[in-house]
């Protein structure tokens, strides 16, 4: 009879063990993990779905600036940046409003530019890259001068 005791006494451990598990895990798992209406997601908590989707909406895309900035638009794509948008360089459309529309993002400093344009061996050999302005002035013979910059030379719309 002595023998069943400790059988006996860590099966009560065993199901308080149990039983706290399902506690906390019915506590902390949120409500909609692994299943979305009759629909099993596995792990995948499906509330996420829609909580993303409400979120606002930071960048909506050049067809948005088109509405208003027409001609810029077809500019800008019928010339070397027609592949990057407006916002790239400009900041998302929520700087952009009837009350903010100063404060839009127009940086047209060299560093701007090298952020895309600068040599960098990672980069696909194909695509236009300078190594810096003094450089850039060597390679087409031209006096560099202090103070000068890409847009004295380039329209960020219609780079070339
Ligand atoms: C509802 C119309 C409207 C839309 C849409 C719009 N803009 Fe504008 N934007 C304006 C107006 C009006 C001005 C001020 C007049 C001007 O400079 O042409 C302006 C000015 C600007 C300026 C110059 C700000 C300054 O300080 O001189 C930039 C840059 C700009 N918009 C970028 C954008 C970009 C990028 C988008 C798309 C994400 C966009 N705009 C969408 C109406 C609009
Ligand atoms: C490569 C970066 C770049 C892209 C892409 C770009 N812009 Fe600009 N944009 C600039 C810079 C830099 C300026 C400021 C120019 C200056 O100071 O002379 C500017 C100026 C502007 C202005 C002020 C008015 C003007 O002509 O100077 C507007 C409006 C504008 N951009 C709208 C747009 C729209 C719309 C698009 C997309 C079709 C776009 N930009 C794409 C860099 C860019
Ligand atoms: C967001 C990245 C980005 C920024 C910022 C940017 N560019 Fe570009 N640029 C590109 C891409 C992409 C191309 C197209 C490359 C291609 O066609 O393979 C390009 C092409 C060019 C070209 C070659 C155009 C042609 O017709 O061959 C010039 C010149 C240029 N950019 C100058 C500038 C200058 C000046 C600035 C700063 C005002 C600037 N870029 C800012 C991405 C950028
Ligand atoms: C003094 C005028 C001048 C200045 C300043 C200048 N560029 Fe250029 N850039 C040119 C000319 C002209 C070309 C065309 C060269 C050619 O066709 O071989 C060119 C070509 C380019 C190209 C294309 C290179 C290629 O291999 O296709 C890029 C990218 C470029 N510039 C970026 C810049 C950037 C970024 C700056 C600022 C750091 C800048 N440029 C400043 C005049 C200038």
Same mark, same amino acid.
Do not use: D, T, V
């Given at each position: 009879m002595r023998h069943y005791n400790h059988v006996i006494r860590f099966a009560i451990i065993l199901t308080a063990v149990l039983i706290g598990f399902f506690a906390v895990r019915g506590f902390i798992v949120p409500e909609s993990f692994g299943v979305y209406g009759t629909y099993m997601y596995g792990? +995948?908590? =499906? @509330?996420s779905d829609s909580e993303e989707a409400a979120q606002p909406i930071l960048y909506y895309g050049s067809d948005k600036c088109r509405k208003c900035h027409e001609k810029l638009y077809e500019q800008e794509s019928q010339a =070397? *940046?027609? !592949?990057? #948008? &407006?916002?790239? &360089? +400009? /900041? @998302?459309?929520?700087? *952009? @409003?009837n009350n903010t529309r100063n404060k839009v993002l127009k940086n047209g400093s060299i560093e701007a530019c090298m952020q &895309? *344009? !600068?040599?960098?061996? /990672?980069?696909? #050999?194909a695509f236009p890259q300078i190594t810096d302005i003094k450089q850039h002035m060597d390679d087409q013979e031209q006096e560099f001068e202090k =103070?000068?910059? &890409?847009l004295d030379c380039h329209d960020p719309h219609e780079p070339l």
């Open positions: 792990y +995948h908590r =499906g @509330n =070397g *940046h027609s !592949k990057i #948008a &407006c916002e790239s &360089c +400009h /900041a @998302n459309w929520q700087a *952009h @409003n &895309c *344009h !600068k040599k960098l061996s /990672a980069r696909p #050999a =103070g000068m910059e &890409c």
